[in-house]
């Protein structure tokens, strides 16, 4: 079981207290701007929970059918991420994320962004950075976390550096 698998997992959820809807924002401020805003701030919440060990938050922004694709191709149900977490597999100590790049379709979007993590899955280190490719859709006037995907970024070799 890896712990970078475990991290997306646990970063891919928010908190639906900040849910968007479907309908105009008013004043300046364009409606795909505002799903933008509020597709960022639910990231950075699920990363917090996850910080906090927050499965109830985490739950909230993950869909029922949420799956996680981890580094290593395997795949984990909801439940068995929300299980890892809530047993004191995972702690993370600290993160950064940056690199927000998000895509809206209608009902759903395409988040991309950079993580930095500093933690531990078990006894392994999985601090450093990853890519992460989070996919929401819009249920119910909330936006709900559908699938997940992380990879690790490498360290720079040859002394060329990476985009990491």
């Given amino acids: 079981m890896n712990g970078l698998t475990i991290i ?3 970063i891919a959820s928010v908190s639906l207290s900040l849910a968007q809807t479907n309908e105009p924002a008013t004043g300046s401020q364009s409606a795909p701007v505002k799903t933008e805003q509020t597709l ?3 990231e950075r919440e699920w990363a917090n929970a996850v910080v906090r060990r927050d499965v109830e938050t985490i739950s909230r922004i993950q869909a029922d059918d949420f799956e996680f694709t981890d580094p290593s191709g395997q795949i984990w ?4 991420a929300l299980e890892f977490i809530r047993a004191g597999r995972l702690q993370i100590d600290s993160f950064e994320m940056n690199e927000f790049r998000i895509r809206i379709y209608g009902d759903a979007a395409v988040v991309n962004f950079r993580v930095v993590w500093n933690g531990k899955s078990g006894d392994n280190d999985i601090s450093g950075p990853q890519r992460m490719t ?5 249920r119910d006037g909330s936006w709900r976390c559908v699938s997940s995907h992380t990879t690790r970024i490498p360290p720079p070799r040859n002394g060329l550096e990476g985009n990491g």
Avoid: E, G, I, S
């Fill in 8 to 10: 997306a997992a646990l």
């Fill in 77 to 80: 149900t909801k439940a068995r």
């Fill in 134 to 138: 989070d996919v929401f859709v819009l």
């Fill in 40 to 42: 960022q701030a639910l």
